[in-house]
């Protein structure tokens, strides 16, 4: 399960969606996010599924990837379908076992629900996908600029942002690989009560813990060599240009905007 969590990755490659802007990215996510969350019924989900679709196809990322990123919440998919299948009590009843209920728009609701949580997984997922660290970085730092003039320091918080995001892999890994490790010397981790997971869980935590305080003071020694200073006076190598492409990629999602607004209206 530990090697199905995919958030965090960088996938290499040299499609549309690659070249595109960060900016521009992160921007287009946060709306596809306002999509999700502003469609009112199936049509507005479906327009948004067709953009994930389109996505996912001109970036080339394997589907085998979108699936594995969805692997990991498969427990809270099926528990959000679960209480609405059971708790939402209007529309026509279709079956009834002493308390619980099953009804048509419960069904509806359910499934609603699910596909608005699926969408919304591989939609971030196909930022992570796409965007190196290095690249998301100045680009967050680039949209929250205008913060600097009240003195917020947006270059630090928009690093550590990053960091965090790239060690998620590498502390699952390194989970993984320590789990296997106590396994191998007889530890019992997956039997027993709720009580002894939880104890079976102390040996993994804490060299956990020491590892990644290891790596913290071995990244911040190798910053200090390198005499990192923050933002102040910090040139950039790569700079950040929009292109045609970008413009074409945001008008295509203002379209689906749209799409959901209309079917809003259109599908009440």
């Known amino acids: 399960m530990l090697k199905d969590i995919t958030l965090g990755q960088y996938l290499p490659g040299d499609s549309p969606v690659h070249k595109l802007?960060?900016?521009?990215?992160?921007?287009?996510?946060?709306?596809?996010?306002?999509?999700?969350?502003?469609?009112?019924?199936?049509?507005?989900?479906?327009?948004?599924?067709?953009?994930?679709?389109?996505?996912?196809?001109?970036?080339?990322?394997?589907?085998?990837?979108?699936?594995?990123?969805?692997?990991?919440?498969?427990?809270?998919?099926?528990?959000?379908?679960?209480?609405?299948?059971?708790?939402?009590?209007?529309?026509?009843?279709?079956?009834?076992?002493?308390?619980?209920?099953?009804?048509?728009?419960?069904?509806?609701?359910?499934?609603?629900?699910?596909?608005?949580?699926?969408?919304?997984?591989?939609?971030?997922?196909?930022?992570?996908?796409?965007?190196?660290?290095?690249?998301?970085?100045?680009?967050?730092?680039?949209?929250?600029?205008?913060?600097?003039?009240?003195?917020?320091?947006?270059?630090?918080?928009?690093?550590?942002?990053?960091?965090?995001?790239?060690?998620?892999?590498?502390?699952?890994?390194e989970t993984d690989k320590i789990m296997n490790a106590q396994k191998a010397r007889g530890s019992e981790l997956d039997t027993g009560g709720f009580t002894d997971k939880v104890k079976g869980m102390i040996p993994i935590l804490i060299p956990l813990f020491v590892s990644s305080f290891r790596r913290a003071e071995e990244l911040a020694t190798a910053m200090e060599c390198r005499c990192y200073h923050g933002g102040e006076g910090r040139t950039r190598m790569k700079q950040l240009h929009t292109a045609p492409r970008d413009y074409a990629a945001c008008v295509l999602t203002l379209l689906f905007l749209a799409g959901v607004i209309a079917a809003n209206i259109l599908f009440k």
Do not use: Q
């Open 21 to 173: 802007d960060p900016r521009v990215k992160l921007v287009l996510t946060a709306v596809l996010i306002v999509m999700l969350f502003a469609a009112k019924n199936m049509c507005g989900i479906a327009v948004c599924a067709v953009f994930c679709v389109i996505g996912f196809a001109v970036s080339k990322v394997p589907v085998t990837l979108m699936i594995k990123s969805l692997k990991p919440i498969v427990a809270l998919v099926v528990f959000t379908a679960v209480l609405n299948l059971f708790f939402v009590h209007s529309g026509e009843e279709l079956w009834r076992w002493k308390m619980l209920s099953v009804t048509d728009e419960g069904i509806r609701t359910a499934f609603f629900m699910v596909s608005r949580i699926v969408l919304l997984i591989i939609g971030s997922s196909l930022l992570t996908y796409t965007t190196s660290p290095i690249d998301l970085t100045d680009a967050i730092e680039r949209l929250m600029s205008p913060l600097k003039r009240i003195k917020v320091p947006v270059h630090e918080f928009a690093m550590m942002m990053t960091i965090a995001l790239r060690f998620i892999p590498t502390l699952i890994e």
